[in-house]
């Protein structure tokens, strides 16, 4: 990610009707150029234009250097917090942060927003997942013309059981979750929301993280699973059984109760009857997407 460069600037080819001339903000990047009107202006006698600063001799002198000082400072804090967070930005999107012009009110419009920025900087990978993002959230609840207030962790659970009673799979979940919390963070680094409505500070997203689960795919000609079989599978989250006939059990399984067991939806009561210890762990699964 290149950076941007950030100073202070005096037009004086672009004098006022009061011949005073603006200072603006330069936003540089690549060889691209961007100016930001500070909304003041200074005669071309009281800059110094090898320093890029008002002279000693400037009226206002020290609220002028105050302003330049904060608006530079703001616009390079705003760029370190988005290199850490490796988030994509531009020239005009750092602007629209700081300036906080752009006008989202609902998750729909932030949504169509970062869409729209991840399209014009040729990012269309990224696109293509938040507008899958935009899409599953609209199924579930109908409408995205809503605060962000809306959704608390209330609401982010009822999505989840909303996205696992679908059969959606667990790579899938973890995906859609990390990118609605993505779009929060965006709105809270653009100052539209306040920090105290942000739900993922209780909403675990980790909970998601595929990569450090395990899980166990069983052909469909396994016929008998012994005692504790899985007992040395630790951090197993998911069993998927092929087999529309229950496997022959052990007594136990050795697994623990957030282990989930996936077997082909036509064989869900089937396995309940039969493995009636882990009725409300089974889920149906169509094994032929």
Not at 56 to 85: G, H
Not at 128 to 138: D, N, P
Not at 227 to 251: D, E, M, Q, R
Request: proline residues 3%; glycine residues 4%.
């Amino acid at each position: 990610m290149l950076t941007i460069s950030v100073e202070a600037i005096c037009l004086n080819y672009r004098p006022k009707k009061d011949n005073t001339f603006p200072i603006m903000l330069r936003l540089t990047k690549s060889g691209k150029r961007k100016y930001v009107s500070l909304g003041i202006s200074v005669k071309e006698k009281d800059w110094d234009f090898k320093k890029n600063q008002p002279k000693k001799s400037c009226p206002d002198r020290e609220a002028i250097v105050k302003l330049i000082s904060d608006k530079v400072s703001a616009y390079n804090s705003m760029i370190m917090e988005l290199t850490a967070k490796q988030q994509e930005f531009t020239m005009s999107s750092l602007v629209q942060m700081i300036e906080n012009k752009i006008a989202v009110k609902t998750v729909s419009e932030m949504y169509d927003y970062l869409i729209d920025e991840f399209r014009k900087t040729d990012h269309l990978g990224t696109m293509s997942v938040y507008q899958q993002s935009k899409s599953s959230l609209t199924k579930f609840n109908r409408t995205l013309d809503i605060p962000f207030s809306d959704i608390d962790c209330q609401w982010l659970e009822r999505y989840e059981k909303w996205l696992k009673g679908r059969n959606i799979k667990d790579t899938t979940v973890s995906i859609l979750f990390r990118t609605l919390r993505s779009v929060f963070n965006r709105a809270l680094s653009m100052k539209l929301i306040k920090q105290d409505i942000y739900p993922f500070n209780d909403f675990k997203v980790s909970k998601f993280d595929v990569r450090t689960k395990k899980r166990i795919v069983l052909p469909e000609n396994v016929s008998t699973l012994g005692l504790k079989v899985f007992a040395n599978c630790s951090k197993l989250a998911s069993i998927y059984i092929k087999n529309v006939n229950p496997p022959t059990l052990g007594s136990d399984l050795g697994i623990s109760k957030s282990t989930k067991i996936y077997v082909p939806k036509e064989s869900v009561e089937l396995y309940k009857s039969g493995w009636s210890q882990y009725a409300s762990q089974i889920v149906g699964y169509d094994f032929t997407e």
